[in-house]
């Protein structure tokens, strides 16, 4: 049973990326997926979640307008879509998936990082 996030990598400001979450082992289609992400210094943060359907999208303040997640039940995989990237969106994003009201299973993290 495990997540295993990829895509990150290094990209100018403006530029853009796309992770990838691929879940082995699990039931992927009935659980809520979500990316947060953790910058040097800081604490994890909350970045997307997408209900299992894909109808329903929730964002934190900071990314709406420029991340798009999305999920393809078929292939047991969630995207994060990230343009306009900034310096500050520089950090480990990690994809999880939620069990009842909490955050249960984390993939291994992937590092993007925005050069200004």
């Known amino acids: 049973v495990q997540l295993q996030a990829s895509g990150g990598g290094l990209v100018q400001a403006g530029g853009s990326l796309r992770l990838s979450c691929a879940a082995s082992?699990?039931?992927?289609?009935?659980?809520?997926m979500g990316w947060f992400r953790q910058a040097p210094g800081k604490e994890r943060e909350f970045v997307a979640s997408?209900?299992?359907?894909?109808?329903?999208?929730y964002y934190t303040e900071s990314v709406k307008g420029r991340f798009t997640i999305s999920r393809d039940n078929a292939k047991n995989t969630v995207y994060l879509q990230m343009n306009s990237l900034k310096p500050e969106d520089t950090a480990v994003y990690y994809c999880?998936?939620?069990?009842?009201?909490?955050?249960?299973?984390w993939g291994q993290g992937t590092q993007v990082t925005v050069s200004s």
């Open positions: 997408i209900s299992w359907t894909g109808a329903a999208e």
């Open positions: 999880a998936q939620r069990d009842g009201s909490n955050w249960k299973l």
């Open positions: 082992g699990v039931t992927f289609s009935s659980y809520i």
